[in-house]
């Protein structure tokens, strides 16, 4: 290496040395730098305000930066002022803290707050809006300093939070041998948001939002079968309940939008006065009310429900016309008994379009001969409103015993009724009690099936009675079984007497079978019934397995299969013991027959040696 290159390669580490050192050295009495204050970034709370120190961890935070000289002669101030409005309701305040520090040369950051740092956050705390910090660059020299801040809201439990975005304004001024250098101030913005809590949401959520249809005005919490009169009115027939919810189910408070649509019969509104077809309504809050109306045409209306946020439902109205063209009537309880009957006859119809008729129907005695049995033949009695369970029952007050036969019809007096029902005869009596009888709705039942149990109390000759309440008709001890009845199977006992049913004059239990056997069940007639129907009465019914029965069956087939493949091999093998002792008979017959052979074919040479030497001899004798 050449000298001259040496002295150049000094030169230039010297003069990179003198760089690094003017830039490391700042002057004793410089005036404050350029302040950088960096949103680092916003903050969040809780509606719930933490305890002890307070929200730190997620509070709004900014960093200030800035050149300043030593002791107090360059300081900045940090302090921050809202903007903007509060969530309505809000009494929280806001607090800003020092985090920590970086410096970018030795010595110490000293932090001063107007009273203070603050290490708990309390309803006493007056470190607030318009409060600031102030930081310093440690004594001795110059140095860059670096402050961390938090926006954060104070945690006193006295104060009220309320869900919504808070927004400040961070402001860093500095001042230089204690006067402000307006140059020096900068800005920036944090916010602190609240989530409101999931029991307040206003986002709907379709699998919790519900929709009911049922009578109007009423709290719909199920489904109803709504029938109406198919009249163009102004009266609404029924309404939909559609409860718009948020995801954690809360009520009056989701916001969402509901379209709903009717095909068929009928019209719709979201406010009872504007009807259509096809309606949208904005929900704000709460419940969306449909209501149905009639719009002359008899039939079944389709209400197909949907939401702005997925939720989607069909529900249907069966509008019927003002007359029945059919009315069918049947005896719905066997015998009655003297005095009221609410569900002597029950009855179906429909209309001129085969729609399900479901309008005020009345009963009447055919005759006056029947009148005199129950029931009136002038004047007839309204029916019960039509239900889904029990379509429409009819009443009759039986004021003898005997049989009487009666008609339906769908209007007041027999004049006005444009249908009439095909006549029912009814049986009326007031005999007592004399026998009971068990029996079981089935002769057989698979493994732990549900079955019914039917108490059936009898008169003196074999025939069904009128319902009785809370009667002796079997002892207390109730209905025994040989097998106990699986879990959720009614209680046999019979304290306190049996009361049967109204409608149709029996007890009926619902039981569990169990898993197998034959079960027999078992009663006693009680002090009810004369000496002669306090007897033990049974029934019997087998729990089949199908499945174990068909293995049970193909295994004893398979044994009798095995049995009979058994049976042919030992036949067939005796056929061949047979087979073998013959073939040896036969082989010692062949060997005594070819030893007799031999013997013979021997005699035979024998003589035929002989014969030739005679023909030998003979041949000489002639030749001499």
């Given amino acids: 290496m050449s000298t001259k290159t040496t002295f150049k390669r000094i030169a230039l580490v010297a003069v990179a040395a003198l760089g690094l050192g003017v830039l490391s050295v700042a002057p004793s009495q410089a005036a404050p730098g350029t302040i950088t204050l960096t949103a680092v970034n916003n903050g969040t709370a809780s509606l719930t305000p933490s305890t002890g120190s307070g929200e730190t961890g997620t509070a709004a935070v900014v960093t200030v930066q800035s050149l300043l000289s030593q ?82 809201l104070e945690s006193a439990t006295a104060s009220v939070r309320k869900a919504g975005t808070y927004n400040y304004v961070v402001i860093a001024k500095g001042y230089s041998g204690g006067a402000i250098d307006n140059t020096k101030t900068v800005t920036a913005n944090v916010s602190i948001t609240i989530d409101a809590a999931a029991a307040d949401s206003t986002v709907a959520s379709a699998a919790q939002t519900t929709a009911y249809i049922g009578a109007v005005g009423a709290t ?47 019209l719709i509104s979201f406010d009872n006065s ?24 008899a039939g079944v209306g389709t209400i197909a429900i949907s939401t702005k946020a997925g939720y989607s439902a069909t529900k249907t109205i069966t509008f019927y016309a003002k007359a029945a063209k059919t009315i069918t009537a049947s005896v719905a309880t066997p015998v009655l008994g003297l005095g009221a009957n609410s569900s002597a006859v029950s009855v179906s119809a429909v ?158 239990y619902t039981v569990y079978m169990p898993g197998t056997g034959d079960v027999k069940i078992t009663a006693t007639g009680g002090s009810a019934l004369p000496v002669s129907g306090q007897v033990e009465v049974s029934a019997t019914a087998s729990v089949v397995n199908s499945s174990v029965d068909a293995a049970t069956d193909a295994a004893n087939e398979a044994t009798d299969a095995a049995n009979a493949a058994t049976d042919a091999a030992l036949a067939a093998a005796d056929a061949a013991d047979a087979a073998t002792a013959a073939a040896q008979d036969a082989s010692d017959a062949v060997a005594a027959l070819s030893a007799e052979v031999s013997k013979m074919i021997a005699s035979l040479k024998a003589q035929i040696t002989s014969l030739t030497n005679l023909v030998i001899k003979i041949q000489k004798k002639v030749k001499a």
Avoid: H, M
């Fill in 351 to 508: 209309d001129a379009s085969g729609t399900n008729w479901t309008g005020t129907a009345y009963i009447v005695a055919s005759t006056a001969a029947d009148a005199l049995v129950g029931g009136s033949a002038t004047t007839p009695v309204a029916c019960a409103a039509w239900n889904s369970d029990d379509g429409i029952l009819c009443p009759i007050t039986a004021i003898a015993n005997g049989t009487a036969k009666f008609k339906v019809i769908d209007a007041s007096t027999v004049a006005a009724a444009t249908a009439t029902s095909n006549e029912v005869t009814v049986t009326v009596s007031n005999a007592a009690p004399a026998s009971v009888k068990l029996s079981f709705d089935k002769a057989t039942y698979a493994p732990f099936e549900k079955a019914t149990i039917t108490l059936t109390p009898l008169d003196k000759d074999g025939k069904a009675v009128a319902a009785q309440s809370a009667l002796a008709l079997i002892t207390a001890a109730g209905i025994s079984s040989t097998y106990a009845f699986s879990a959720g199977s009614d209680t046999l006992t019979a304290a306190g007497g049996i009361t049967t049913s109204a409608l149709t004059g029996v007890k009926k």
């Fill in 220 to 266: 719909n919490t199920s489904d109803s079968a709504l029938t109406a009169v198919a009249t163009a009115d102004t009266t609404a027939d029924g309404e939909i309940d559609v409860t718009i919810k948020n995801a954690a189910g809360g009520t009056g408070v989701a916001v969402d939008s509901v379209t709903a649509t009717v095909t068929g019969a009928g």
């Fill in 71 to 152: 002791g107090t002669t360059d300081t900045i101030t940090v302090e921050f002022i809202a903007t903007g409005t509060n969530p309505t309701g809000s009494t929280v305040r806001p607090l800003i803290t020092f985090l920590d520090t970086t410096t970018a040369s030795s010595g110490v950051v000293t932090v001063t707050g107007q009273t203070g740092a603050i290490t708990k956050y309390t309803a006493g705390d007056s470190f607030t809006v318009g409060s600031a910090y102030t930081l310093t660059a440690a004594s001795g020299s110059a140095a860059v300093v670096t402050g961390k801040f938090g926006i954060l």
């Fill in 274 to 297: 504007t009807y259509g077809k096809s309606i949208t309504y904005s929900v704000t809050a709460g419940v969306a009310t449909i209501s149905i109306r009639g719009d002359g045409t």
